[in-house]
């Protein structure tokens, strides 16, 4: 399966050798890696190269090192995680804008419903409509239950993106909505008035994906983030302006 590695290069042709042979299903997820010492041999590596390369390959994710007795690396595949992590990472420390993230989930979460529109089946819209119905009863109890209702409208939307079936739009929103919470926290007004409208936007939602209506489904998840949007990017221009006049009277 492996050769000898390129001397000019040897921990990135490492590298590179047993990433093609994941990817290329010949190391399938479970199957342990030959032991360090065996590499080396298989390689013509020193162990400090092999090792930097199993460094490489698990920060990848597309291997696992295990301690102990029978221990050693495992094959885990190729998968989102990493991505997620970085897309994480990047909200968290506030390099991802509150109107990058707004203009990317208007344009996404209006797919993702669409696609629900075309691809839900029965068992879907009772799921969906379960959890309209917790929804309704978290407005019913006013704005002492905000925190509960924003995770339910969470989860309104991470059910819409498993119910499009693509991977891609079920790892990125999952990532987006378990950290854009700080944006919330810091500029979205909980009020019964905002609760009211954002649970009659999830019910249009998923009246139109209940009726396969994808242009519908569309529109009014367009409508729902970018309503859901507007008053945090209000306060975070009032916000910068009264920073902008405060740094001037000091001035």
Not at 19 to 38: F, H, M
Not at 93 to 107: G, I, P, T
Not at 175 to 204: A, K, W
Request: with cysteine; glycine share 8%.
């Amino acid at each position: 399966m492996f050769r000898q590695a390129r001397q000019n290069r040897v921990y990135q042709d490492v590298v590179d050798q047993i990433q093609k042979a994941i990817l290329e299903g010949r190391l399938k997820v479970g199957n342990r890696l030959p032991a360090e010492r065996e590499l080396t041999n298989l390689f013509k590596a020193s162990r400090g190269t092999i090792r930097e390369a199993l460094r490489v390959l698990e920060q990848r994710g597309l291997i696992e090192i295990k301690l102990g007795v029978g221990g050693g690396a495992v094959i885990r595949g190729a998968s989102t995680d990493k991505m997620s992590e970085s897309l994480a990472l990047l909200i968290q420390h506030r390099q991802v804008s509150l109107n990058h993230l707004a203009e990317f989930r208007e344009s996404v979460e209006g797919v993702v419903a669409g696609l629900a529109a075309e691809r839900a089946t029965k068992g879907d819209v009772d799921e969906l409509r379960g959890l309209l119905a917790r929804a309704e009863a978290l407005v019913g109890q006013g704005v002492a239950r905000w925190e509960s209702f924003i995770k339910l409208d969470e989860q309104v939307h991470l059910a819409l993106s498993r119910i499009s079936g693509n991977p891609l739009f079920v790892s990125v929103l999952k990532t987006i909505h378990e950290n854009i919470h700080r944006y919330y926290e810091s500029f979205l007004p909980g009020n019964e008035r905002v609760m009211q409208e954002n649970y009659q936007d999830l019910c249009d939602i998923v009246g139109a994906v209940e009726r396969g209506k994808a242009t519908q489904a569309v529109r009014f998840a367009q409508n729902h983030v970018r309503r859901f949007n507007r008053p945090m990017k209000d306060k975070q221009q009032r916000n910068s302006k009264e920073d902008t006049r405060h740094g001037e009277e000091r001035a």
